[in-house]
């Protein structure tokens, strides 16, 4: 849930997913069998998957955000849109591969007065920021990304 300004903050999220993931390719999916469910993550390990997704820096973003070696071509940051910040504060689990990830929002430091949430989705190795949410992101805005 977001608040007051679900347009704004909808607008800032995506613009804070930022940008270009272009070049991301990792070697192909781990086929090895999985002799266990994976842990469930912390709030700090989703906290800093989040950040990962959201940086600017495309390198950064390699490997935060499901389907790696896709290029999303989202939106660029525009100098006059607000700074957003997304904190994890609580995960609840949604299956043994998939958690949701409370967060808290800021824009430009003013906190939302109700947390929302983001999905994660275990991949390969990794917890990961689900494709699935970016994509709502950029179509709530009436944008397009071919990775969509």
Excluded: N
Aim: negative net charge.
């Amino acid at each position: 849930m977001i608040g007051h300004r679900p347009g704004v903050a909808l607008a800032g999220v995506v613009v804070a997913v930022g940008l270009t993931v272009a070049g991301c390719a990792e070697p192909g999916p781990d086929t090895s069998p999985s002799v266990s469910a994976p842990a469930v993550p912390s709030v700090i390990e989703l906290d800093a998957v989040l950040a990962r997704a959201m940086s600017a820096s495309v390198e950064e973003r390699c490997g935060a955000i499901e389907g790696d070696g896709t290029d999303y071509e989202l939106i660029d940051r525009h100098p006059k849109v607000p700074v957003f910040a997304h904190t994890v504060v609580a995960v609840r689990l949604k299956s043994s591969s998939r958690v949701w990830g409370r967060v808290q929002t800021t824009i430009d430091g003013d906190p939302l007065p109700a947390p929302g949430e983001v999905p994660f989705v275990f991949e390969g190795t990794s917890w990961k920021v689900q494709r699935d949410w970016i994509c709502a992101m950029v179509a709530a805005l009436g944008h397009s990304s071919r990775d969509c």
